[in-house]
């Protein structure tokens, strides 16, 4: 969009179609209309306009709520009449207080672009956002290692635009319309000197360094330019061949004279500028864009994840049938064989519930008369443990009084031994002997000591000959419960 031309590009697999021309009045916002009708993809707005204005200002490093307020008061304060507004920050300065560098610029005259906007709103067009010219045309310095850098382009239906970049930052622009009267180069001629003693008053470029301006230019244009443009001590001129701008972006287009717009809409198209003018109310339909194929994808991803869950549950369920055959199959011969040896079975008078019912009972009073192995086996474990202690005597008997908690009769167990070596050391003895009894605990026994070698109870009374040999023994008496297991 410029000041009194308003054109549409479809963007089709990385090419502009032909440009569709709507005029400035209502009956040209109506074929815009009918034209978007036709075409609900989402949108970029380019405008091109004079009324653009940029402000360069220093402001304390804030962050988060507090700095969305500052940017807040300086729109109030600058660009109080236009929704079409954005603060970028260039740099942070490295002395004093770090401040950041920021650069305010807005559409002032919201006007223009309203009636615009409105038709594509109306129709619910998905808008990306809103961006004026000299924002896009960063992309250029790519290759270019000046510090200052003054960027003209001539666009047809807008005019002759001068953007300045100090270290690849835009800081300024404007756009000077060109009549009929006058050529590209003398249009270059007259307004480059004018935007120099402009950027001088504001001290841009420091004296005693250079400005260097590039001119996006045809080279049938190129020397109508060299032969009006001198170089100076403070101005060095370079010329960028449009075509090969377009070659080095990938643009598909033949360019037959210097217009650029076409140059800055691929521009757009291919690398948009991270800001723009457009604000959440203008990207509405754009945010529910994104959102619907948002909500398409993750369908999508649901209903692939089923079917590949579906899939999985499929080869498990043939996995199990396959191996539920096998068994199936052996239940079927067990099932044979059972049969086979119930139907052998020989008559008998009596009932089959009679017949559980006694084995149940032989089971029962099997617990009341245990095998002796079950009593002793625990028992000849600990014995060969401790070879100290020989056993002389060993005898059990059933006991009801001492079964519980068991519901089965208790087996007393006498235990008559020796221990072995008892010799004088009598501490070390009794101690091996109460280990002795300690390991028949751990293995289910309670035990009770009924006679020891020396009688260390308070009721006892200690006595004996020093000269007693070494390796005499002394005789113990023990104790023990044994009980059915649960």
């Known amino acids: 969009m410029s000041a009194a031309h308003f054109q549409a590009y479809s963007w089709d697999n990385g090419n502009l179609a032909e440009a569709q021309h709507f005029s400035n009045d209502l009956a040209g916002r109506e074929q815009f209309s009918a034209y978007l ?3 609900r993809n989402p949108a970029y707005l380019l405008v091109d306009v004079i ?46 207080r770090h401040d950041d560098e920021m650069l305010f610029s807005a ?48 666009e047809k239906y807008a005019g002759l635009r001068q953007t300045y970049f100090q270290q690849k930052r835009l800081h300024f622009s404007r756009l000077t319309p060109i009549d009929s009267n006058s050529s590209f180069s003398e249009a270059v001629a007259t307004e480059t000197p004018r935007t120099q003693q402009y950027l001088k008053s504001l001290s841009l470029p420091l004296p005693g360094e250079i400005l260097h301006v590039y001119i996006i230019c045809h080279e049938n244009d190129k020397l109508a330019l060299q032969s009006q443009l001198q170089d100076t001590p403070e101005l060095r001129y370079s010329y960028l061949d449009v075509q090969t701008l377009a070659t080095g972006i990938k643009a598909n287009a033949s360019y037959p004279d210097s217009d650029a717009t076409t140059l800055f809409l ?44 579906s899939v999985h549950f499929v080869w498990q369920g043939r996995d ?13 011969q067990l099932s ?41 086996s625990k028992l000849s474990s600990v014995l060969d443990q401790y070879q100290r202690v020989l056993l002389h005597k060993l005898s059990w008997q059933t006991s009801a009084a001492d079964a519980p908690p068991s519901a089965y009769p208790a087996q007393v167990i006498t235990l008559d031994g020796e221990l ?11 101690a091996y002997l109460d280990n ?46 044994w009980r059915q297991p649960k």
């Open 37 to 39: 009708k036709q075409r």
């Open 51 to 96: 009324e653009e204005d940029f402000r360069l200002e220093s402001v304390p490093h804030l962050t988060g709520r507090n700095r969305r307020d500052l940017i807040a008061r300086k729109f109030e304060q600058y660009y109080r009449n236009t929704p079409f507004r954005q603060a970028k920050v260039l740099h942070r300065q490295t002395q004093g």
């Open 107 to 154: 559409l002032t005259n919201p006007q223009r672009i309203l009636p615009w906007l409105d038709t594509l709103l109306s129709n619910s067009i998905p808008i990306i956002g809103i961006h004026s010219l000299p924002n896009t045309g960063t992309p250029l310095l790519k290759s270019i290692a000046s510090k200052h850098v003054l960027l003209l382009s001539w």
């Open 266 to 309: 691929h521009l757009l198209a291919t690398k948009p500028p991270s800001s723009n003018y457009a604000n959440s109310t203008h990207t509405h339909f754009y945010l529910l864009w994104q959102l619907r194929w948002l909500l398409y994808g993750l369908a999508t991803a649901t209903t692939l994840a089923s079917i590949l869950w």
């Open 320 to 332: 199990f049938v396959s191996q539920t055959e096998p068994i199936l199959t052996q239940a079927a």
């Open 336 to 376: 044979d064989q059972a049969a086979d040896i119930t139907h052998n079975f020989p008559a008998t008078a009596l009932p089959a519930t009679d017949m559980k019912t006694a084995v149940a009972l032989a089971r029962k009073l099997g617990n009341y008369s245990p095998a002796p192995e079950a009593i002793l």
């Open 420 to 430: 072995l070596d008892f010799g004088n050391n009598y501490r070390s003895a009794l």
């Open 436 to 481: 002795f009894q300690q390991a028949l605990i751990q293995h289910g026994y309670t035990v009770t000591a009924k006679t020891l070698p020396l009688d260390i109870s308070p009721k006892g009374s200690v006595s004996g000959d020093q000269q007693l040999r070494p390796d005499k023994s002394a005789q113990f008496t023990l104790k023990l419960i």
